[in-house]
């Protein structure tokens, strides 16, 4: 399948698997996916696995990216993790606001905004989550929240700096829930999301920017969504915690 751009697969692995356990999940993706040229492939353990991974996926077709950053490049601020520290283990992408952190941690579109400027300071790629809940999608204001998303968790960023990131939307009523957002659900709200970026920049570079779909993608309809004309990858969340289960999405997608 020819795509306008890459796809982006990226596995979200959440709080799961020890450093032992990811070495074993990371060992397994690495020889899966070794022909894998046609997708760009990442990986997001969590911190205390990044310098395990990493090591392991030297030479590889996989990246690594981490599920969260501080907006703040250092000091004072007890359990947060800087860019700088990411560096270190050649963190290359970084999730930022998913909707699980925007619930349980109440981050905000300004703070995601100034996360993803920290990370672009030091050239990490951020993965920006956006993302109605059901009841918002049922009271029929998913353009509408989606919109202000996407707005203000890209306040401040360069039309250079907007080329390197990349936009998830994630359905938070599909996340972990089995139930995926059909093909013309996603669609819709993807190529939406295009028309705002085309709106706070310009149409070439909105054309540039790649926007995956994420919430219950699985080997059995990847292959649909990944073909979506402005679908350009997945962030995987239950599924990437398999070898095979991961493998296979990756697979179907091309
Ligand atoms: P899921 O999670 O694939 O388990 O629905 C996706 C995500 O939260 O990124």
């Known amino acids: 399948?020819?795509?306008?751009?890459?796809?982006?697969?990226?596995?979200?692995?959440?709080m799961n698997k020890t450093a032992a356990e990811a070495l074993d999940l990371v060992n397994g993706l690495r020889r899966e996916l070794a022909a894998v040229k046609e997708v760009d492939l990442v990986v997001c353990p969590p911190f205390t696995a990044l310098g395990h991974v990493s090591q392991a996926i030297l030479d590889s077709n996989l990246r690594l990216g981490a599920q969260n950053m501080s907006e703040h490049t250092g000091g004072a601020y007890t359990g947060e993790?800087?860019?700088?520290?990411?560096?270190?283990?050649?963190?290359?992408?970084?999730?930022?606001?998913?909707?699980?952190?925007?619930?349980?941690?109440?981050?905000?579109?300004?703070?995601?905004?100034?996360?993803?400027?920290?990370?672009?300071?030091?050239?990490?790629k951020p993965i920006v989550c956006v993302g109605e809940t059901l009841e918002q999608r049922e009271a029929g204001i998913t353009e509408k929240v989606v919109g202000d998303q996407v707005r203000g968790s890209l306040a401040g960023l360069s039309k250079d700096q907007?080329?390197?990131?990349?936009?998830a939307y994630e359905p938070v009523w599909a996340i972990g829930t089995g139930r995926t957002a059909t093909a013309e659900q996603a669609q819709e709200v993807h190529a939406f999301i295009r028309r705002i970026l085309?709106?706070?920049?310009?149409?070439?570079?909105?054309?540039?920017?790649?926007?995956?779909?994420?919430?219950?993608v699985k080997p059995s309809n990847a292959r649909e969504l990944m073909s979506l004309p402005d679908v350009d990858g997945a962030l995987v969340g239950g599924a990437s915690l398999e070898v095979r289960s991961f493998s296979d999405i990756v697979k179907n997608s091309i």
């Open 198 to 216: 085309a709106g706070l920049f310009d149409e070439a570079t909105a054309r540039r920017i790649r926007i995956q779909y994420g919430g219950s």
């Open 162 to 167: 907007i080329e390197e990131t990349v936009i």
């Open 81 to 124: 993790i800087s860019a700088a520290m990411l560096k270190e283990f050649s963190v290359r992408y970084v999730i930022l606001g998913h909707s699980e952190r925007r619930q349980y941690q109440k981050e905000s579109d300004l703070l995601v905004a100034n996360k993803a400027l920290t990370a672009h300071a030091a050239a990490i």
């Open 1 to 14: 399948m020819q795509k306008e751009r890459k796809l982006l697969i990226a596995g979200n692995w959440k």
